[in-house]
Structure formats: C-alpha cells, structure tokens
C-alpha cells in the first residue's frame, strides 16, 4: 500500500506571493499523481492530473512538478480564493491514496 | 456539462445498512470508471470503492471490504454503495467521482457535491 505524505501541513504565504506544496510518495507512482483543490462546504476539484498537467479551466498560476515519489504543486502569485485546502492522490497502485492534505492560510 | 449528484444519506444506527446512489448526466457514463470517496468532518480524503464502466472489475479500501459493495445501472445513468454492518467510523461525507478512464485506472475529473452519513444510535 502507497502512502501520501504532505509537507507542510498549514503553510502561511502572503497574497501575490509564491507557495510551494509537496507530496511524497512511499514508492514510486511514476507521473500517476493528481492534485485537488477543496474550498470549504464543496467537493474537491481537480487541478492537476499526470503530475504536471494542468485540468481544463484552471489558471495558468497553478503548477505541478515532479515524478517517481517527489512532486510539487507550485502556485504563483497567491489570490484571495487560493487560500483553502489541496490534496494530491496517486493513481499507479491500488489501494488509491489521497495525502492528509496542505492548508493554505493568509500570513 | 458533467453532473454527479449523490443520495441517499441520512442517520443510521450501528449495524444496519443503507445506500446510497449517484446519478449522472452530461457524459456518457457507460464509458467511465466511477469511485466512491468519504471524508469525515473536518478531515482528509480516504478513498472507498471503485468499479470499470461494465462493472465487471471492483476495487475496495480495506477499511471497507466485506462490508460495502459498489455497484452501476448503466442503463439508469447510476451508481451504487451498498453499506452494511454500518459503524460509527462510517459517519462521514460520501462523494461520488467519475474517474477519467474507463478501467477506473485515472483520476477523477468530475466530483458530486457529497451526501452526509451518519451512524449513531
């Protein structure tokens, strides 16, 4: 069983400023790995698929990096609404596993 | 436009069953993986259950084997959780997820908005 870990687990950036948040895998997923975005009282959307992929519709501001066990989801220029929580999620292995999370706060 | 939309949640005592179901529109659901994923208030993502387009092939967290079966109506556009032997780890948000591939191999690119289970005597 693959287990996601998220570093860190709250991260405090100002607005307009950059953030970078990492996912560590416990065994290889190749470019198997998605990251979500959940605003509170809604579901998860997706935001990156294949590691580094950007899903239809979402900013140019969100990007991801990385393969194997380490990747990164950078977003530059922090707006309002990007203050939530993000997940990333391995899709190489079954049982599929979510990281706990990153909370995304206002500094 | 792609639409999940949940039911079928609700309060349950420990021990009994329940089922929930998620309808589909805007895409053709015969042709996609579809999964099931919880969170508990104020937690992170666990993943529950997954099944193929024809629903031949069915993958289970462990947390859940046994208990739960996932299921699909491909000709009512619909798909299934059948929880039983409910307990009180269980209380927790059900979302719905249209995975992006037809083997349920992918991501999950379309999320419902999640029915709310509650197991409480």
């Known amino acids: 069983e693959i287990v996601m870990t998220q570093s860190p687990a709250t991260l405090s950036v100002s607005p307009g400023e950059r953030a970078t948040l990492s996912c560590r895998a416990s065994?290889?997923?190749?470019?198997?790995l998605a990251w979500y975005q959940q605003k509170p009282g809604q579901a998860p959307r997706l935001l990156i698929y294949?590691?580094?992929t950007r899903a239809t519709g979402i900013p140019a501001r969100f990007s991801g990096s990385g393969s194997g066990t380490e990747f990164t989801l950078t977003i530059s220029s922090l707006q309002s609404e990007d203050f939530v929580v993000y997940y990333c999620?391995?899709?190489?292995?079954?049982?599929?596993?979510f990281g706990q999370g990153t909370k995304l706060e206002i500094k | 436009q792609e639409q999940l939309v949940e039911s079928g949640g609700g309060v349950v005592q420990p021990g009994r069953s329940l089922r929930l179901s998620c309808a589909a529109s805007?895409?053709?659901?015969?042709?996609?993986?579809m999964h099931w994923v919880r969170q508990a208030p104020g937690k992170g993502l666990e993943w529950v259950a997954a099944?193929?387009?024809?629903?031949?092939?069915?993958y289970y967290a462990d947390s859940v084997k046994g208990r739960f079966t996932i299921s699909r109506d491909n000709s009512k556009n619909t798909l299934y959780l059948q929880m039983n032997s409910l307990r009180a780890e269980d209380t927790t948000v059900y979302y719905c997820?249209?995975?992006?591939?037809?083997?349920?191999?992918?991501?999950?690119?379309?999320w419902g908005q999640g029915t709310l289970v509650t197991v409480s005597s």
């Open positions: 065994q290889s997923v190749s470019s198997k």
């Open positions: 999620q391995q899709y190489s292995n079954w049982p599929r596993a």
């Open positions: 997820a249209k995975d992006c591939y037809y083997d349920s191999s992918g991501y999950f690119d379309c």
């Open positions: 099944i193929s387009n024809d629903g031949n092939n069915k």
């Open positions: 805007g895409f053709a659901f015969s042709a996609y993986g």
């Open positions: 294949g590691a580094s």
